[in-house]
């Protein structure tokens, strides 16, 4: 089964929720309730749609990002532990692994993600104790990170802005 | 009467009342708060005997996924007890429920006092209501001057919340304490908030005294009556901290009022008042960074949100909500706030905020 798709029956779902069951419903915290399902409803069917490309986008932005900052802690002394642990975890984090190849679910896309992100977030905090030594490599990296950072909001807007801006009352 | 389930009880409402009030006891009315993404908040109209009066209760719990906000419903309760003891006005705790015969998840029930959490005409523009905005503003600093001027210590409130080491280390623990309680979440990482935590400790200002928080406040917060605040309310983000927080933290309630172009009250000016009544002097820029803390107390809790959603399917549909639009709001107003991308249109704010009722 082709059609209808997942997203044609999320639009079928709102549009009844609006159409029948909103117009009879009398209480605040029932209404409430509905405004809020249906702004879900939109969100899951753009998510449908984006969240895969986008997680996809996501770890092939984030990794060379992570190499970059697996080379800046493997160039700083060798009797740096803190710089030889986060070392360790990044290129552990990036080795090549057979669930990264052939078709991938969501949730196996999500999954990396968020052990990438663990590792963004390890790496700022490395980079951040590196700031005040006024090298300019780490201010650099620590921009690179920053700019990951807002980039992935940006992203992120794609599945929020358009379920929710402009529909009305959220609760 | 209003048919809904209050599934913090394990037995019928009635036969709760009769447990605590007799066999005569009987339920009149129950409304549940519509507003209020933290935790449940029921409105319990009973009488003790058939003819007897109509009395008022507070049932409050957490969402059957847990609460918003990381601090305990436990928590919330002895704020209550505690500030009940002293002149902050706040509504009576009356008791404390876990028996598992009753209770499906702990809950605690306080004194209904009378009011309403909105003020008729308040958000009315026209020119005849800017005395009523700046004499419920100055209505509310007072009240923000009695809280500030706790006696923290004297009441042991700092048994249960942690106090910074001194004024200098106000901010850096407050942002301690919120990444803390992301900590304790075990969510998914979220790198901006590791960025923004180091980006607000670099400009931390020092607290001209520490005092007793009381976190998000104002318009939606508190109890009034005939313009006065009779009961401050939801005491689950209390802290001790920088007293600059709880005017970061306001709702509404230190607006400009404008008129003609000409400044009738301002953030300055409540400052001003609130130095007069209270002793401490907090500055617009110490308030400034405080609002950038709520964008970064937003990422901890839209979190929170998004662990209680996805540990259960019982979550409420508001949660959803905070751990998805509110969530991604949050992190584009600390991405602006750090220069990172450009600020959120006001009318996203509006839009946020408008709700059913």
């Known amino acids: 089964m082709l059609l209808p798709t997942s997203v044609d029956l999320l639009r079928c779902i709102e549009r009844t929720l609006d159409t029948v069951v909103a117009p009879v419903l009398t209480g605040t915290g029932e209404r409430s309730a509905l405004a809020t399902v249906g702004h879900l409803l939109r969100h899951v069917a753009l998510r449908i749609e984006l969240e895969g490309p986008m997680l996809v986008d996501d770890i092939a932005r984030v990794r060379p990002l992570l190499a970059q900052v697996r080379a800046f802690a493997n160039s700083t002394p060798v009797k740096d532990a803190e710089a030889a642990a986060l070392t360790a975890r990044l290129t552990q984090l990036l080795a090549p692994s057979a669930q990264r190849s052939g078709y991938r679910s969501v949730a196996s896309l999500a999954e990396e993600v968020t052990a990438l992100r663990q590792g963004v977030c390890d790496s700022l905090a490395f980079v951040q104790t590196r700031l005040s030594e006024a090298a300019p490599a780490a201010k650099a990296l620590h921009d690179d990170l920053l700019r990951y950072v807002a980039w992935e909001a940006d992203q992120e807007a794609k599945i929020i802005d358009p379920a929710f801006e402009g529909f009305g009352p959220r609760r | ?357």
């Open chain 2, 1 to 357: 009467m209003e048919m809904l389930n209050m599934d913090m009880l394990k037995q019928p409402l009635a036969a709760y009342l009769i447990h605590k009030f007799g066999p005569a006891a009987s339920v009149v009315n129950v409304v549940k708060f519509p507003r209020g993404s933290s935790r449940e908040t029921w409105f319990i109209e009973y009488r003790n005997a058939p003819a007897a009066r109509i009395q008022k209760i507070v049932f409050r719990t957490d969402f059957p996924s847990g609460s918003t906000i990381p601090s305990t419903l436990e928590q919330e309760y002895f704020m209550y007890e505690r500030l009940g003891t002293s002149a902050v006005p706040v509504a009576k705790v009356l008791w404390w429920e876990r028996d598992p015969t009753w209770a499906a998840r702990p809950f605690y029930v306080r004194e209904h006092i009378e009011g309403n959490w909105s003020i008729p005409h308040y958000h009315d523009l026209d020119p005849a209501y800017d005395a009523l905005r700046i004499e419920v503003s100055k209505e509310h600093v007072r009240k923000l001057a009695l809280v500030h001027t706790v006696d923290w210590r004297g009441l042991g409130l700092d048994k249960r919340l942690p106090a910074p080491p001194n004024e200098a280390h106000a901010a850096s623990a407050y942002i301690d304490m919120v990444a803390d309680q992301l900590r304790n979440l075990r969510g998914e990482p979220i790198p901006l908030f590791v960025a923004a935590s180091h980006w607000l400790k670099a400009q931390a200002p020092a607290a001209p005294r520490l005092s007793l928080c009381k976190g998000t406040n104002g318009l939606g917060e508190e109890v009034f009556l005939d313009s006065k605040i009779v009961a401050m309310s939801d005491w689950e983000e209390a802290a001790i901290a920088d007293p600059a927080s709880d005017f970061a933290f306001c709702q509404n309630l230190v607006n400009d009022v404008v008129r003609d172009g000409k400044t009738l009250w301002s953030l300055s000016q409540a400052l001003d008042y609130y130095h007069s009544l209270s002793g401490i002097r907090v500055t617009p820029q110490a308030v400034d960074f405080y609002r950038k803390v709520q964008s970064f107390k937003m990422l901890m809790y839209t979190q929170s949100a998004a662990v209680g959603t996805h540990s259960t399917p019982n979550a409420h549909i508001r949660q959803a909500w905070t751990a998805t639009e509110v969530a991604h709001v949050g992190k584009r107003l600390m991405i602006a706030a750090m220069g990172l991308g450009p600020p959120l249109p006001s009318s996203r704010f509006l839009e946020l905020n408008r709700t059913m009722d």
